[in-house]
Every structure is written in C-alpha cells, then in structure tokens.
C-alpha cells in the first residue's frame, strides 16, 4: 500500500510501487482524463502536478510520490473551472483532445510560476505534442488563461 | 486511349473525392430514415432518422462520422440546427447506429462480390475506389463528410421543422402559416408563444415523418457559416471526453502485443521462463503476426513481454529489406525510359522542338511517414454467446464490423461497434488491423472484455506507411514561355495495397492514390506517367494522401522552371492560371497577403505554393529563416477556397492543423527500414513540430459560395513543403530536392 493525496483527496494504493504513476491513474484509480502517449518522457500527454509542478506521470513511480500530492486534470478546477480550463474552452483550442489534458495541466503549472509569460517562455515550458497542431491556439490560451488568472485575484 | 482515360477518372475520383460522393448520390434512394432509425430514449422522439427533440428541449443530431478533431460533429449539427431553426446551446450529437441511411460500405463490398466473374475486375475496382474514397478521404479529415451531408441532414432538418410546426399548429389551433420559429422557440407572426421543441414532443410523436420539405435559401442561414462554438470543446478540457483507450468495462482485461518486428513475419513460438507466468498475468495468446499477453493491467502485460517472455519470430522473405537499398531502385526506375509492365501513363500530344528551348530535370525524393496520432491504437473487444461488442476509435464502423464478423466466423448481426472519439485518425483508423487483432483476442478469454493496445513503438513500427516515393520531373521552356511538363512517379499503391490486403481483391497495381495528376498549370502538352511496385512494406492513406508527397515534386520544380525561365515563382504561376480564375484567385489571395514582392527583412526567404485537393484550392506563402543551422519556418500565410464555408473557425483550424502536420513531415518525419524492421520508434527518433517550432499562421478564406463544397481536413497539408522548400531557395539558393529538408 502506498498512501498518496489524489486531487485533494487521501488514496491508499494497492498497486506495486515502481509501477509508473500513469499507469497507477488510469488502472487503479479510473482516472483517465491522464493519457499515455510515449511512455518514455517526450510527448507530455501524461503530465500531472506533484506537489504543484508539472511532471510527466509515464515517468515518475507510484513510490516517488508518496504521500505527495498530485493532482489530474479531473481536479484542476475544483468547483469551478480552472481559468486555463476557461481560456481554452473561449479560444475553442481542442481538436481530437488527446493532447490536451497534458498540455493545460503543463500550462496551469507554468503560470503557477511565471504569471505572464513571454511567447519565448511559453515555447521553453510546454515542449508537449500535438499531432493536430493546436498550439497557435495553444499560445493564446496561455496568454487568456494568464490575464483571466489576473483578473480573478 | 479509353482504357488511359478511365483509368485516369479513377485516379482522380480517388484523389479528389468529389466523384465517389457524387456516385453515392446517384445511388441513394432515401436518406431521411423513420422513427426507429434513431432511437428515441426516455423522453424523447425521434422526427426522422437524423434528429431527435427531448422534453428538456434537447435537440439532438444523428452524428455518423467519427468525431477525430477536425469538427465534423459540429459542422453536420449546425446543417440540421439551421434548417429547424434550432437554439445552437441546445444541440448535441449521439453516435448514429450503423445503418444504410448514413452509408453503408459493406453493402458496397457484396455488391462487388454478386457481380459476373467477367466483370470482377471492373467492379472490384470501382468498389475499392469507392471505399478508399470513403475510407481515404472521409476518414482522414471529413473532407468528403460535410459534402456527403449536405443534402440530407438539411433535409431533416427542414422535415423536422415543418412537424414541429404542424404539431404547434394544432396545439394553438391555428394556421401554420400564421407560426414561425425563432431560437427553438414556436410563436405567432405576431409574437404570441405558443411552444418550446421541448413541449411539443408528445403531439409530435403523433405524426408521420414528413419527407420532400424544402430546404431554405443560403440567403436566410443563421447558423451556416457562423463561428459556432464546438460541441466537444467542454468533454475536452475537463478531461471527460472518452476516447478508445479510455473504456472501461468491469472485469476488463488488458492486452499488449508484440508484433513481428519484420514485415511479413510470424512468430514461431514462444518460452515462459520458470515459474510460470507472474500475478496479474493472465495468458500468452499467439497471433498470425504477433504475440499477445493478457493481464489485469496493460503495464504489467507490456513489461511481461518487454522483460521476460521469450518470442522466437520466423522473419519471412523480407529480412534483409532495407528502405535505402529500394530508394536506390526507384531511382533507377524513375531514369528508366519507355515503359515497363507496370507503368500507368497519360499523354498530351507532343510538341515540336522550339526555337532556343531548354530542358530541364530533376529528381525529388519522399520518404516512408508513419502517422503517430497522438493516441496508440487500441481497440476494445467483448466476446459472449457468439455475439462481439467493439469500442474502438475507427474510421469506418461498417468496415470494422464486416471485418470482426469475418475474423469471429460469425454474423454481422452479432457484432456491435461503438465509436469512441478518435485521438487523431489522419488515415490511420481506416485500417482494420487492430479489430483482427482484438477479435483473436477475445475469442481466448471470452466471456471477459479486453482492451487490446500498442506501445507507441509498436504504434510507429507496425503503421501503414505514406509510400516512399521519387520522382523524376522533367520539362520543356524558353524565356518565353513554358510548353512540356512531365513527371515519371515512382511508389507503391496506397489504395492497391489496401484493396488487396482489406478486402482481398488482388492487388491493383494503378497510379490510384498517388495523386500522379495533372496540375492546373496551362502547359500545352504533358506526360505523366506512374511506376507502382508492389512490396511488402505495408502503405496507407497518411493525411492528404499522394498530394502529401506529389505537391511538394511539382510545386518545387515549377520553382526550378521559373528560375531556368528567369520568372518570379508567382509571376510564371499567374501566368499558367490565367485561365483558372478560380485557382488564380487563390493564389493572388495568398500573395497579397504576404505581401509577395515587397521587402523582408534580412535572413529571411519566401516561397510560394498551391495544390488543388479533395475539391478544395489551397496557396501557401512561407517565410523561413536558418538558426542555429535550423530551418525555422517564421509565418505562414494560407488561402483556401473551399466552395460554401460551413464553420470558417472550423476552415481555419483545419488549415493550421494541416499546415503543421505536412511541416512536421518537412522538417523530421523519415521512416526508413533496415533487416526489415523499422528503425524509428518513438517521438526521440521521429520528432515532429513542437511550439518552439511553431510559426505565425494567418489564413485566409477566398469565398466562392456557389461553387461545389470542397473538403478541409487534407487540403492544407500538401502545401507547405514545397511552400517551405522554395523559401529555403530564395534564401540560400540551394534546392533541397528530398524530404525531410536537410541543410548539410
Ligand atoms: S506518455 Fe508521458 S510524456 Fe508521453
Ligand atoms: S488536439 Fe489532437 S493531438 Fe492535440
């Protein structure tokens, strides 16, 4: 058993502890919102927070994070939607969608740390992939998402 | 001559779409549907086979396309919202069942099959092209979806309306006449309420479907060819949307494979190490071409058979295939003169040598591109009491069906396929493969549900391919003017592979799906010919199909003409449109937009290019800069006419999402094959354009409602290479004549 915090909530996990923490969300908790796109660090679809930082969940172990806190895109916005959540329903940024869980958890956690950032910044965070070619959108949103975060305080 | 002609119609039929929809239409009968086409839950009723009203006032629309981010679950909502004159936040879609009245290919394949063995030729070819078309073209980007539902759904929606009137008629006991509706919302001409859609599902579902209504004029749309917001945006961003990999069945099973690495092989068997298998594993199951292990979990399954089970592969005839070895003999068959068994050719009547006329020539070269849509393939299986139920992301549920039946030796009528959302198709999903896969499968656990999925290096080794390709372009100018063009192709068959290897048809060995056509370039004579090996690499619809690889060979070489002709690149083009004032206008569009001719700043090369596809005209304007010794592609600007706009955010995104899937393959994209094997097989070794990456896009719509609608998922894609590769040119005056686009 391996006792983690799920989108605010305590989980004690039956799974093996160097089971990859993507795997752990989507077989042992239903949380399928996290996608699996390479497996190996380099597409972001799996990204989720760990204790407020974005990570790539295909990569990090159950045992990694525990009693750590992570949070999924089914827990982003809480009660309400979170203001990425927001941005990217107002620029009508999906296509297929399969990408973009990863890409606005990657998103939250950059403005976590940069509030507004530059195109050059954006570019340097989210080295996520989108095979529909989303991202003109993308960086838009992420300029949306920063001034509605703005707004909200 | 005929026989060349026919054969160059089908060609065409296959790139452009247009006719395979325009057969269909011939063919259809009544594509209204009744009650029962569209199951009505509780609190529903169903007006006809396309749209249903719940007593919430939910107006919800038949969506028979697969929904794979290209918006086509919004575009064919807004055709039935438009004609009932529907409140847009009140519309929704729901998978359409697998019936007749939104196509049907499997009654395609019979009709085939039923034919004289005389005409099986013919026939078989005239079915393959049409389920290509559908498969190929549909499939990869509703590029034929809005124009196959233009018509009915509009009907529908009209035939709705008028029951809905007539309903509100009686109710308030007046005229219908005298009642219009504004907003989902029935009232008097005078502003009088009189009903909701919502409160008027008792009396409607008392009357008889209408069939004949009159559809409205363009002049009076309201929600065609607005921005409408899209009905899959909200499941997306919260993380709800369920795609093929997200099903979840109690008591589910998961499966990981492991294909042969080398094309056209098989496993020979297979060694459990001592012990028996681990807790949380279930069963090996041995595959034609693969091995499979099932467990309570996908990730315990793939690292059994990444860590520990022993698979001993026969590797088949093609063990020594090596993709630089085949390069080099397409080479040599695209120098070869005259024409050898397999070669496809059209001709125009020669002309005669001109006073101070120069030859020019080059070879261009495409390599093999996988697709790596953004979600691995997968496919759900649940077999119990000779009945299958598929969850799958697919391209086809009609194909998908026809192909589980005959894998499971059962009727279609025992099979079920739920459609998922797709996590990008571009082709890819028009291939049964994976429902052979999971159908074997679930034929070894049955009882118990099985997610069947691939690693993404599975994904990326066992793909069908965008066919490598050379061409050797050749043609005939003065300083004048331009008078020969000729283009010998030389690459596989997409759609004859697909026609041998889906429906078993024996492969046809056509230019079909290579897009070897003519361009709109007003040369006064042509020669195009096609080389089509057969091979065992296996090759596919990859996005846009052979436009994605002959657009680039002829849009770069009309570069290299302008230059031996001492033209400007839009000059000569203009020059050779002036009797395509469509495509002329287009390309002026794009020009003017980039501000072709004036000034840049330093470092930076322009390029120009157009491709006519799936019925749409698509000019593109790059700017590229080299850093770092990297091509950086800077702005991008985009025209399209694609006939009557439907969605134009829609049009725009589709335009971008093209533009960076066709620079990805510019820029990176190479499968190439060594002992048979795939040599990529993640995103490290097949990289594709990220946001650092990722230039300014501005499109621009060039209206031409009256003319026939044209797709948008493909059109934008066969532009950009060769848009980019005469930007390289212009700036550093090297001609980059194979892609990827390499500088050293
Ligand atoms: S699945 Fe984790 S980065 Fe791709
Ligand atoms: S929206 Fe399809 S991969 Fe990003």
Known sequence: ?153 | MKFMRRKLIIGGTLSTGALVVGWWFAHERDRLGGRDTFKARDGEVALNGWVKVSRSGTIIVAAPRAEMGQGIHTALAALVAEEMDAKWEDVRVEDAADLGIYRNVEMLLEDARAQDPGLMRDIALWAGSRVAGILGVSATGGSTATRDAWEPMRLAGASARELLLRAAARKAGVKQADLMIVDSRVSTRDGKQVATFGELVDAVGKLQPLDGVPVKKPADFKLIGKELPRLDVAAKVTGTATFGVDVRLPDMLYAAIANSPVFGGKPKGFTIPTGGLPKGVVKVVELPTAIAVVGDSWWKAQRYLNEQLKIQWDDGPNAKLDSATLMRDYEAQSRAVGDAAKTRSFQTAPVAQRPMERGIEATYRAPYLAHATMEPMNCTALFVDGRLRLWMPNQSPSLMRYVAAKTAEIDQAQVTIHTTYLGGGFGRRAEPDLVRQAVAIAKAVPGKPVQVMWSREEDMRHDFYRPMAVARMQARASKEAAWEWRCRLVGQSATGQFIDRVLRLGEQGDPDGNSVERPPYGFPSYRLEAVVPKGPVPVGFWRSVGHSHTAFFDECFLDEVALAMNKDPLALRRELLKDQPRHLAVLDAAAKAAGWGTPLASGIGRGIALRQSFGSIVAQVAEVAIEGGAIRVKRVVCAVDCGRVVNPAIVRAQMESGIVYGLSAALYGEITIKNGAVEQGNFPDYDVVRLADMPVIETVIVGSPDSPMGGVGEPGTPPIAPAVGNAIFALTGKRLRSLPFKLA
Not at chain 1, 3 to 9: K, L, M, P, R
Not at chain 1, 99 to 112: E, H, I, S, V, Y
């Open chain 1, 1 to 153: 058993m391996v006792a983690i915090t799920i989108n605010g909530e305590r989980r004690d996990v039956a799974a093996e502890p160097d089971k990859p923490l993507l795997w752990v969300l989507r077989e042992d908790l239903a949380l399928v919102g996290t996608k699996f796109g390479c497996g190996v660090a380099a597409c972001g679809a799996c990204t989720v927070h760990v204790d407020g930082q974005a990570m790539r969940s295909c990569s990090v172990l159950l045992e990694q994070v525990a009693g750590r806190e992570v949070v999924t895109i089914e827990g982003l916005g809480g009660e309400r939607l979170h203001a990425v959540q927001m941005a990217w329903i107002e620029l009508q940024v999906p296509q297929c969608g399969y990408c973009q869980p990863g890409f606005m958890m990657a998103t939250a956690a950059l403005l976590k740390e940069k509030p507004k950032p530059t195109d050059a910044e954006i570019d340097a965070a989210l080295t996520n992939i989108c095979r529909c070619g989303t991202y003109q959108s993308i960086r838009k949103a992420v300029h949306r998402a920063a001034a509605l975060t703005e707004a909200r305080r």
